[in-house]
């Protein structure tokens, strides 16, 4: 009795190199619960169709939630000769409730339409668990957000290119990192809705099934609202397993935009932030050393996950249906993917919600690097002169400035009057980070007013899910 669902037409048994490339219980065993879950439901479908005794079917289910206890407890496990996770479950529910009856569950399904489906119920699973992640580092953005719009609102350099752009709100640049997170929980929860349309079981190895099963019922059972309209694609298609590998990629992508802010933020250059010592890491050598590991390896995390997206892709690419072999090359990359998010978003969330930002230093730099040369060229528009003359008037503003060393709210009247009589005193009131940012009040601007209610649109958001 070996772990093998095949074996009446070969005359002699596999060779032990097969074998060792075949056998994948070594990342599918995870699958267990899964597996489980779906036979359960079979045996309950072959029951409704006629198929099983009473008694047998209650074996059955008596054997596979032995396998389910055994599981939870870590005492189950598979054998060198088992060749997956399928095979493995059959080999020791035989060994459990005997092979009259246990021979009888496998009938109408194949491991392709099993695993089809088991697939997308773990990866249902993890999602659930992502998402909540992921809105938990939304949630600690937006506190921070908030912290840093009570009061006097902190101010900082807003950059384009790296350089020094027009001031800004924290809160607003912080929420910016937030809104983009908040897009891949839609695209999750859109993915799990899709999903959950298309349970493949029913499909059997790629034709579907003679046995009069009922694949609406089992897809109700394993918690899907729809069964695959298609038995080929049913049991071929992997856009599912892609578009989720997608989406784990575009929350590395994203979190790792944050985490090089981080990283720059906590030099002593920039000196924006502080990292909490529960969540940075030391130096074996350099005693004085408080190192940002967590957005580095956030960093570093994010191209794992683009790797697991492209490499998925590639064996997607150009296969004829329906079910290959090469499909089970599917597992690892998202479990990988899942694994790298479910203990990344932990960690990366901790160090967010403890950052200090240094409001003084932020305050100081926002107006530099001539940060305000915009407010007053939208300050003359406002006078009423065109455009294209106030940017040349606000780039002489600069030039002056450059020459004389000087910010540009350190002009004096007689300065700004020799550049242009339109420069009138009135130009003051933009020359300050504060008024700038309290200026752009617009929808989606960095006004105090805006980001307040930005909160609160992201928080009704946020409540919705
Ligand atoms: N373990 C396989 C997978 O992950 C399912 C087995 C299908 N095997 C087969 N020979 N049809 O895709």
Not at 165 to 192: I, Y
Not at 361 to 387: K, M, Y
């Amino acid at each position: 009795n070996t772990g093998k669902l095949w074996g009446g037409r070969f005359a002699g048994g596999p060779s032990p190199e097969l074998e060792a490339l075949s056998r994948s219980t070594h990342f599918d065993w995870r699958l267990t619960p899964y597996d489980l879950a779906g036979s359960r439901a079979h045996a309950n479908a072959l029951h409704r169709a006629g198929l099983l005794t009473e008694a047998d079917h209650a074996e059955l289910l008596r054997g596979l939630d032995a396998l389910g206890e055994r599981y939870a407890a870590g005492t189950l496990r598979p054998d060198d000769s088992d060749e997956d996770v399928h095979g493995a479950l059959e080999r020791l529910l035989l060994e459990e409730v005997g092979p009259d009856v246990g021979g009888r569950l496998r009938a109408g399904r194949s491991r392709n339409d099993q695993i089809a489906t088991l697939f997308k119920v773990f990866l249902r699973d993890h999602c659930r668990v992502v998402v909540g992640q992921v809105l938990d580092l939304v949630d600690v953005l937006a506190a921070q957000a908030s912290d840093h719009l009570a009061g006097t609102p902190t101010v900082m350099p807003g950059r384009t290119h790296l350089q020094h752009a027009q001031p800004v709100l924290l809160a607003h640049h912080l929420m910016a990192h937030a809104w983009p997170l908040l897009r891949d929980v839609d695209r999750f929860l859109d993915w799990d809705a899709r999903v959950a349309a298309d349970s493949p079981y029913g499909s059997g190895a790629l034709a579907g099934q003679s046995l009069g099963l009922d694949p609406v019922g089992v897809s109700a059972e394993l918690g899907f609202t729809g069964s695959s309209a298609n038995s080929i694609d049913g049991t071929a298609a992997r856009d599912f397993v892609a578009e989720f590998a997608f989406v784990c990629a575009q929350v590395g992508v994203d979190v790792s935009r944050l985490a090089e802010e981080v990283i720059l933020w906590s030099t002593r250059e920039f000196g924006f932030a502080t990292l909490h010592d529960s969540w940075s890491t030391g130096s074996s050598i350099m005693p004085q050393k408080k190192n940002p590991d967590i957005a580095e390896l956030a960093r570093g995390k994010a191209g794992r996950l683009v790797g697991n997206l492209s490499g998925l892709l590639a064996t997607l690419k150009a296969l004829p249906l329906a079910y290959n072999r090469d499909l089970q090359e599917d597992k690892e990359p998202v479990f990988d993917s899942v694994d790298t998010l479910e203990v990344l978003l932990p960690a990366f969330t901790g160090m967010v919600a403890t950052l200090v930002f240094d409001r003084e230093r932020l305050a100081e730099l926002a107006p530099q690097g001539f940060s305000l040369a915009t407010d007053v060229a939208e300050w003359l528009v406002r006078q009423n002169v065109p455009f294209r003359v106030a940017h040349e008037l606000a780039g002489a503003c600069v030039r002056r400035c450059e020459e004389l060393g000087l910010e540009l709210h350190e002009l004096t009247d007689e300065q700004f009057a020799a550049i242009s009589p339109a420069l009138t005193p009135g130009v003051r009131d933009v020359l300050s980070a504060e008024g700038s940012v309290a200026s752009r009040d617009g929808r989606g601007g960095t006004a105090p007013v805006r980001v307040r209610e930005q909160l609160d649109e992201l928080g009704a958001v946020v409540a919705a899910h």
